[in-house]
């Protein structure tokens, strides 16, 4: 398995135009987080990258949202690296991450941040490129070498999701999207026969997945159970009457001893 930090700083992309099919990439992955962001609640968003801060988060019903990139652009209220971010701890309810893992030098450093400055139960939405679809094998054929995506490091889903759970976050959705090879200059139909087909029997081989994963925190003080014993009677009128025909019949049994003692 490759190293997750590495020594040269990969290429990182000002704009879904730098990449091949970028603009068609860019209004599925908006399709596909929209119902997503409806679910997600809070005071703060942040959209973290170039990438992510010229997605159309407007499904999301929290109304201050920021994007943090490292280029100034129109789209960027505050520029910043991902893997030092300006934000005080536990200040930010959900981030939206698009191929920013896949393009980063250092993704657990990225991973890290978030989870210092995300808010308890507070969401993150990660998007990447899936290296096991026809597009993690053309980039490492000599297909397109001008092309940005060569740059990318193509993380699995399940290292991602191992990320995030090292840091008690809670993997709530994982959906695919998109089935293209991505180097080719080709407009994408996603109502195409071959899209319905692959998402319908090749799930897993799509060019790009979204993961969703919530904040779990544990309270440092558990709240102890109140323990209740039970009664070794029921309070029922059944049990109570129990109770009476007993008491008589020891009281008969006493006097009837007291007698026998009189007598004797």
């Excluded at 801060?53 to 990139?69: G, M, R, V």
């Excluded at 960027?76 to 991902?82: G, P, W």
């Excluded at 969703?212 to 014993?229: D, G, M, Y």
Aim: aromatic share 10%; proline share 5%.
């Amino acid at each position: 398995m490759r190293e997750a930090r590495i020594i040269k700083r990969p290429k990182y992309p000002k704009a879904w135009l730098s990449l091949s099919q970028g603009e068609n990439v860019r209004i599925e992955l908006e399709r596909a987080i929209a119902p997503i962001l409806e679910r997600v609640f809070g005071y703060y968003l942040v959209k973290l990258g170039n990438l992510s801060s010229q997605l159309d988060a407007s499904a999301c019903p929290i109304k201050n949202q920021y994007n943090l990139a490292q280029n100034t652009q129109d789209a960027c209220h505050v520029q910043s690296k991902s893997c030092r971010l300006p934000l005080q701890n536990n200040s930010v309810d959900a981030f939206l991450l698009t191929a920013e893992l896949d393009f980063a030098q250092d993704p657990h450093q990225i991973i890290r941040e978030i989870d210092r400055a995300i808010t308890a139960n507070g969401h993150v939405i990660i998007a990447g490129f899936n290296p096991f679809s026809l597009a993690g094998v053309m980039k490492y054929l000599p297909i397109n070498r001008k092309n940005i995506l060569h740059q990318g490091r193509f993380f699995t889903a399940a290292r991602i999701k191992d990320w995030l759970q090292l840091l008690d976050f809670e993997i709530i959705q994982q959906e695919q999207v998109m089935y293209s090879g991505l180097f080719m200059r080709k407009t994408l139909n996603q109502k195409s026969r071959i899209q319905k087909w692959c998402k319908r029997y090749l799930p897993w081989f799509s060019s790009m997945y979204i993961i969703v994963a919530r904040k779990r925190e544990i309270p440092l003080s558990p709240i102890k159970p109140k323990w209740q014993l039970n009664p070794k009677f029921a309070s029922s009128p059944a049990a109570a009457s129990i109770r009476t025909e007993l008491y008589h019949l020891i009281k008969e049994s006493n006097d009837i001893k007291e007698e026998d003692d009189v007598v004797a």
